[in-house]
């Protein structure tokens, strides 16, 4: 079957768009800005219908997975219902549940110790579905309508540890490689089990209906169940019903429409391709377990079979690329392009016009577009030119849920952007707890934290330190509720780290959130309780003279410098300052990065694919970018093995010389191939005990450099709050962010908010 032109096209756009000439531009393909050029967004906020509903925009809430947000049984709590609630009075058209399984009993990664479930269900008891009624009436409320997204089950992407707490294998359509531990194999699923999943899903779309929600939604991409079942990729089935591999998916929508009637909207959500073929080389096609997921479904097979899938029942689609084996496309994280699957979208929509194809309904069958369209400009153009019906957010609405209402209204400025990190939407319950936002701090704890906190009883006098998003954010909610405050910072810019992290094109997402956070102090110094103090360093004695109730340190980190043996022969720099000062590159064409986490692979991706450098990244760990949410680590590791940048991990160096860097590295064969994308790493609790052992292999060797950039992270710069706190400078004396412990954005906001909305 080989690689397909198109999807081939599409996967190269997406790690090479940097490399494009000139300013980045706002469009789909390329960065994308919180603009309003297209306002009024007539055919975003224009009905739509879907059978027999109606919606009353185009937008879609995305399906993301509501893990952990529910009780044990499965029954939705009041985090889960809070935080649809919060979404549907957004504005959104359409919400759409994350995965809810209906192989319970047959797929045994789907629960926990006890029988217990971190997934919503949808089965079981009345105890259980009375909170689905619950869900469905508190969206329609808001005018919003809600489809439940089921799954027929997780299969080779489930958790593995089910061997551990229930003595059982995973399972799958064939006998496949668990994604997480590969050397674990997942059972072949009989006809008869396979039957049983299809009885259940009609029998919680069943439920479903009668609880009073709005449609249901088969999750049949990404390599779940459904995919597994439904592409000779992953369905290598000789005999039997099933070898078949669009048939499990026909009698999925066969038995739900029998369940539900005719007018009962079904959705379902599927990849144009794997691209997997198109994503890796033939050496790693042909030399790790991936050789067993060639020759998957063609474009082709896949239009047609989204063609039975309509005569079956089907009433709307949404269509992406990609699977857990190269994650970053199904999830689309910063570095990729806006708006990066409408091409995808318009291919299907066009497919469908020239066939002629409707639904059971006689009306069109909508296709959604998905994949970074929070940039309302960009999705209403993709509507616009009839590249889709309905245009799919998800990480925008949990960093804003009022985007629709802001977005109707013409406040785009006011929209809080996502920044495309993932590491509160996805890694949080990846690492074990559930849905999160690194900017809204309170995504999933509508049900604790108000909307509009309260006045403060009694206002202070309140000084922060440092104006990046922890600072931000803690003095504008301190503001919004009565305090005077004063910002300062030492630099003329509101954003501390994020200003430089926002210079590489593919950190656009960044600098969109940096202009918001610039608003946002704008704004609150117009209302009178906040005033901003640029390029003001200060002191403890000079905070302790002012006689501030509250002091409040978002200072930061420190940089890290490595004081080796010959560092003063080489030129040498750090990566922040560097890209705010790119005319330190000079004619500099060997430039070594020493540091493989975050920060040093988008150096090394800037410098490469912007400067056209030759560029060698030193890691001492095993892993680049460890602790980095998977689809954004694969994404970047792969572009740059694209643009030929060399990764070396498991490296220390020792010294410099002129012009060169003498590291010591190790040889080991059991060294982690430092391009491996296609295999995660697993949570630093969870032990593989089936990995095999790192020795220790070390050898000298030299690397050219004209350059040495580094990027070995920054240390807590918690000094001035120490010294306040030694000459007791306030009366209340607080330490968040980075000055605290080095972390992530959302570390910092979501403690600036909490303290912000309590002082």
């Not at 185009?58 to 947000?69: E, F, L, S, T, Y």
């Not at 067993?292 to 689609?317: I, N, P, Q, S, W």
């Not at 994404?635 to 060169?660: P, Q």
């Amino acid at each position: 079957m080989g690689k397909d032109g198109v999807v081939q096209k599409l996967v190269n756009e997406f790690d090479a768009w940097p490399k494009q000439s000139g300013p980045a531009q706002n469009r789909a393909g390329a960065a994308g800005k919180m603009t309003d050029a297209l306002y009024p967004y007539e055919t975003m906020f224009s009905p739509i219908q879907v059978n027999k509903t109606t919606l009353k925009n185009r937008i879609v809430m995305a399906p993301m997975g509501n893990i952990d947000m529910c009780e044990e049984t499965g029954r939705p709590n009041d985090k889960m219902l809070h935080y649809f609630f919060a979404r549907a009075k957004g504005g959104a058209g359409l919400l759409t549940t994350g995965l809810i399984p209906t192989s319970f009993g047959v797929d045994p990664s789907i629960t926990e110790l006890g029988r217990l479930s971190y997934f919503p269900r949808i089965d079981r008891s009345r105890t259980v579905l009375c909170g689905w009624r619950d869900l469905a009436q508190g969206v329609h409320a808001f005018g919003s309508k809600i489809f439940v997204q089921l799954t027929p089950g997780l299969g080779r992407v489930g958790n593995p540890q089910c061997m551990l707490t229930q003595a059982k294998l995973p399972v799958s359509a064939s006998f496949n490689p668990n994604f997480y531990i590969s050397a674990i194999p997942c059972v072949r699923l009989s006809g008869a089990k396979l039957q049983k999943i299809v009885k259940n899903t009609g029998q919680a779309a069943a439920d479903s209906h009668a609880m009073g929600l709005d449609g249901v939604y088969l999750h049949g991409h990404e390599g779940y169940l459904l995919e597994q079942m439904t592409n000779p990729a992953f369905n290598r089935r000789k005999i039997g019903r099933y070898a078949d591999w669009q048939r499990f998916g026909v009698d999925l929508i066969r038995e739900i429409r029998k369940r539900v009637g005719p007018h009962y909207p079904i959705m379902y959500r599927i990849d144009l391709s794997l691209a997997l073929e198109e994503t890796y080389d033939e050496s790693v096609l042909n030399g790790t377990f991936l050789k067993k997921f060639k020759h998957g479904r063609t474009v082709d097979m896949t239009l047609a079979y989204m063609e039975e899938l309509v005569k079956a029942g089907v009433d709307m689609f949404d269509v992406d690329l990609g699977c857990y084996d190269n994650w970053w496309l199904p999830h689309p994280p910063s570095s990729m392009p806006a708006g990066c699957f409408v091409p995808v979208a318009k291919l299907v929509k066009e497919h469908f016009a020239q066939k002629g194809i409707r639904s059971n309904a006689g009306v069109p069958v909508p296709v959604v577009a998905v994949g970074k369209l929070g940039y309302p400009d960009i999705a209403e153009q993709a509507l616009r030119d009839g590249a889709c019906d309905m245009v799919m957010l998800g990480r925008p609405l949990l960093a804003d849920p009022e985007w629709p209402n802001k977005a109707y209204a013409g406040k785009v400025q006011s929209i809080r952007p996502c920044i495309g990190c993932q590491e509160g939407c996805l890694n949080e319950f990846v690492e074990g707890g559930h849905p999160q936002c690194a900017v809204n701090p309170r995504t999933a704890f509508e049900h604790v934290l108000p909307q509009a906190p309260a006045a403060a009883e009694k206002p202070k006098r309140v000084a922060v330190v440092g104006a990046g998003p922890g600072g931000v954010v803690a003095a504008v909610s301190a503001a919004a509720r009565g305090h005077k405050v004063d910002l300062y910072e030492k630099t003329e810019k509101i954003g501390g780290r994020i200003v430089p992290g926002g210079v590489p094109k593919i950190k656009f997402d960044i600098e969109n959130y940096r202009l918001y956070l610039e608003r946002e102090v704008e704004q609150a110094q117009q209302g009178g309780n906040l005033k901003f103090h640029p390029g003001t360093e200060v002191s403890a004695a000079g905070l302790a003279a002012q006689g501030y109730d509250a002091i409040i340190f978002a200072v930061g980190t420190r940089q890290v410098d490595l004081k080796l043996p010959g560092v003063e022969q080489i030129a040498t720099v750090q990566a922040t300052d560097l890209f705010l000062q790119p005319e330190r590159i000079g004619a500099a064409q060997n430039i070594v990065v020493v540091g493989g986490g975050v920060v040093g692979c988008e150096a090394a991706q800037w410098l490469a694919c912007e400067h056209h450098r030759s560029v060698t990244v030193v890691e001492m760990l095993p892993q680049f970018m460890e602790g980095t949410c998977t689809a954004n680590r694969g994404h970047l590791i792969h572009a740059l093995k694209g643009a030929g940048v060399r990764l070396m991990n498991c490296t220390k160096v020792s010294g410099f010389g002129a012009g060169k860097v003498t590291v010591s590295r190790n040889h080991h064969k059991n060294v982690p191939n430092p391009y491996n994308t296609w295999a995660p790493i697993l949570p630093e609790n969870i032990e593989n005990p089936l990995a095999p052992k790192l020795g220790q292999a070390y050898q000298d060797e030299t690397l050219e450099a004209d350059l040495v950039v580094f990027a070995a992270g920054g240390r807590a710069d918690d000094a001035l709050f120490f010294e306040a706190q030694r000459t007791q400078a306030a009366a209340e004396l607080y330490n968040i962010g980075d000055s605290f412990a080095p972390g992530k954005v959302q570390e910092a906001v979501r403690a600036a908010y909490r303290l912000g909305t309590s002082i």
